[in-house]
């Protein structure tokens, strides 16, 4: 028996009726897929909201899921859209900002180096990462997580996002940049 | 992007957040029930008794509305067997069945004729006359039995000229028989359309019609066709069915009709 089974072969078993494929399957995405949202919105609680909601989605469309298409890509785009979904329910919101293409018009989110969980990271690297994220424009700061926690590439992060390649690939560009940037700066 | 392979290396070092522990147990368990509850499995689980117990009533159904129903009415017992078995005939009729028989070689394709339009089942004697076109066919022309043709066959004298109509009177009637074994003159056959004068003049004349009595007996007596052999037992089990029922006109009347059938076929002793 293969040790370690890919997400598709656990998605297939776990299809099949076998929820011990799904511990494995949840235990491999539950830690990129909670920072995913904890990331992108303001609070903790907001961000366990949403993160049971998409692997609740997943577990009632798991009939659904086509072999063909990759496990990663499914997740994150149901992550996505609930992500869109919240934003576009919460008033203080910019949803509109993940509904344009001209990112060089997007505005950047609020910097989050004041709120308690970037404040409890013990090292002042980690702060200044989480800073710097924090100061992405949305789609970008999307497009970086995806690229970070979901470990999606350009195509994928596209598909996810809803996206095309070109406008994924120029997301990521401007998102890992001005990472870099802050970093050097912080250092 | 291994540029900037650094940057993710730094986060991941100092990005641990994970969800809550109950959160994972609350996934955890969702994903279990639904795993147990699968609504496949249900459907599954009724799916087979559901369906075998629709066979089940169906079937009893169809069992007591087939025999509630009537049962389906026998042929008409005035079918007419065209064939006996070949049981020997007594010597008497040797000689007129050899005679038959010759006259049958001289007539080449008219016997044949005759034979293939006895009927062998008539289900309902009184039914309605084939079309013309049919009666030229080889099926049955008639829905007479072939025990009626003696009483229809007219005199051996010039037949009269029929009365006006005559056509319209019998295709009324639906005596085939009658219409079998009229004359027709010329202008009446000329005015009929191409089917039935080919169906007139496949009928015998009225002169060979007198000699089709004995050709019958003869015929009958001669080995016949295995169904017609089977076409005379048949009658015979059904007059005995009579015979034990109560119904003795029935059974007297198909006696009568059986015996100018088949004048040559043993009876029963006892009938």
């Given amino acids: 028996m293969n040790a370690d089974p890919s997400d598709h072969t656990l998605m297939l078993r776990y299809q099949a009726g076998d929820a011990a494929a799904f511990d494995l399957l949840y235990a491999r995405h539950r830690g990129g897929l909670y920072r995913y949202f904890l990331r992108q919105v303001k609070t903790r609680e907001i961000a366990e909201e949403l993160y049971q909601d998409v692997w609740t989605k ?18 994150y785009t ?70 970070l926690e979901g470990g999606l590439g350009v195509a ?22 001005k990472m870099r940037l802050a970093l050097k700066a912080y250092a | 992007m291994s540029e900037f392979e650094p940057i993710y290396r730094a986060l991941r070092e100092h990005s641990r957040e994970e969800p809550s522990p109950e959160i994972d147990r609350a996934i955890r ?22 369906a075998a117990a ?7 159904t169809t069992v007591l509305v087939m025999q509630k129903a009537p049962p389906t009415s026998p042929p008409a017992m005035s079918t007419a067997p065209a064939a006996e078995p070949t049981a020997g005939p007594p010597p008497a009729d040797m000689a007129e069945k050899a005679s038959a028989q010759n006259e049958a070689r001289e007539r080449k394709e008219e016997p044949i004729e005759y034979a293939e339009r006895v009927p062998i089942m008539q289900p309902k004697p009184q039914a309605v006359a084939p079309a013309p076109a049919a009666a030229a066919s080889a099926a049955p022309v008639s829905a007479a039995p072939v025990s009626a043709l003696p009483m229809h066959v007219p005199p051996a004298a010039p037949p009269p000229p029929p009365p006006p109509g005559a056509d319209q009177l019998l295709q009324r009637t639906q005596d085939a028989a009658a219409k ?11 005015s009929r359309t191409g089917a039935s004068s080919a169906a007139a003049e496949a009928e015998a004349p009225a002169p060979r019609a007198v000699e089709a009595a004995p050709m019958a007996a003869s015929r009958a007596a001669a080995p016949a066709p295995e169904r017609q052999l089977e076409s005379a037992e048949s009658w015979l089990d059904r007059l005995r069915a009579l015979k034990q029922s109560t119904d003795s006109t029935r059974y007297e009347a198909e006696l009568k009709a059986f015996k100018q059938a088949h004048p040559n076929h043993p009876l029963p002793t006892d009938w």
Avoid: C
Avoid at chain 1, 58 to 75: D, E, H, K, V, Y
Avoid at chain 1, 102 to 124: F, G, N, T, Y
Avoid at chain 2, 180 to 190: A, I, K, N, T, W
């Fill in chain 2, 54 to 60: 629709a066979v089940l009533v169906l079937g009893v």
């Fill in chain 1, 156 to 177: 994928e992060i596209a598909s996810s996002a809803g996206i095309g390649f070109e406008a994924a690939k120029s997301r990521l560009r401007y998102a890992l940049n």
């Fill in chain 1, 78 to 147: 149901l992550a996505h859209n609930r992500l869109i979904d919240h934003y576009r329910r919460d008033a203080r919101a910019r949803a509109v900002e993940f509904e344009s293409d001209d990112i060089e018009q997007l505005h950047a989110p609020a910097s989050r180096v004041d709120e308690p969980s970037v404040q409890a990271q013990s090292r002042e690297a980690a702060a200044a990462l989480q800073s710097a994220l924090a100061t992405l424009p949305a789609p970008q700061r999307e497009a970086f997580l995806l690229s």
């Fill in chain 1, 58 to 75: 997943l577990i009632a469309a798991r009939l659904s899921w086509q072999p063909s298409a990759q496990f990663n890509t499914w997740l």
């Fill in chain 2, 29 to 50: 368990a969702a994903a279990r029930r639904a795993v147990n509850a699968r609504p496949g499995g249900i459907t599954r689980s009724w799916f087979q008794p559901m």
């Fill in chain 2, 180 to 190: 079998r074994d009229q004359p027709m003159l010329p202008s009446e056959q000329s």
